[in-house]
T-cell receptor, first 112, second 113 residues
């Protein structure tokens, strides 16, 4: 079955530091890949997505590239802010599967 | 455009009781799915509905059920509540299928005592 493996957290960084969160996946077909973010007390918000190999998703300074050869979708941001403190989830969805499969989530804390 | 609305936001129930949670999707969205979020198990898929038909179901006992109405609003029901059912229940809506984009509500926090 489908599965997503995320880098274990928590991750603590200083403001303006570089952030990377590793994500690898197992899928039977050609999934779409997503990064979601969850702020305290809230639901999930879509951060970025990629629907096919070599696509790069980007939003709010975050980027991730769909790497089929390494089955990876690592999240990166060049200079984090305190407001980026949240839990980040990598997820996939296979065509005609009608669901999202999530990684365990990575808690990121950015200190001023 | 209004987002996904889940009601109630918080619930406290006693073991053995049943509970119904409600989800109103974004206008025009026909796919609604439900997820359970717990510290130990993370985010787990419960079920997905499209045009009142369940298209996929996760690995949960039969105590968990759901339905979708003709206006795309959805409800999920949990009968004979157990302590382990305490969780954040999240609803997501999508125009057609999940592999385009899913929009999540703020969730219903269920506590079973």
């Amino acid at each position: 079955g489908d599965s997503v493996t995320q880098m274990e957290g928590p991750v603590t960084l200083s403001e303006e530091a570089f952030l990377t969160i590793n994500c690898t996946y197992t899928a039977t077909g050609y999934p779409s890949l997503f990064w979601y973010v969850q702020y305290p007390g809230e639901g999930l918000q879509l951060l970025l997505k990629a629907t096919k190999a070599d696509d790069k998703g980007s939003n709010k300074g975050f980027e991730a590239t769909y790497r089929k050869e390494t089955t990876s979708f690592h999240l990166e941001k060049g200079s984090v802010q305190v407001s980026d403190s949240a839990v980040y989830f990598c997820a996939l969805s296979e065509p005609n599967d009608y669901k999202l499969s999530f990684g365990a989530g990575t808690t990121v804390t950015v200190r001023a | 455009k209004a987002g996904v609305t889940q009601t109630p936001r918080y619930l406290i129930k006693t073991r053995g009781q049943q509970v119904t949670l409600s989800c109103s999707p974004i206008s025009g969205h026909r796919s609604v799915s439900w997820y359970q979020q717990t510290p130990g198990q993370g985010l787990q898929f419960l079920f997905e509905y499209f045009s009142e038909t369940q298209r996929n179901k996760g690995n949960f006992p039969g105590r968990f059920s759901g339905r979708q109405f003709s206006n795309s609003r959805s409800e999920m029901n949990v009968s004979t509540l157990e302590l382990g059912d305490s969780a954040l229940y999240l609803c997501a809506s999508s125009p057609v299928v999940m592999n385009t984009e899913a929009f999540f509500g703020q969730g219903t926090r269920l506590t079973v005592v």
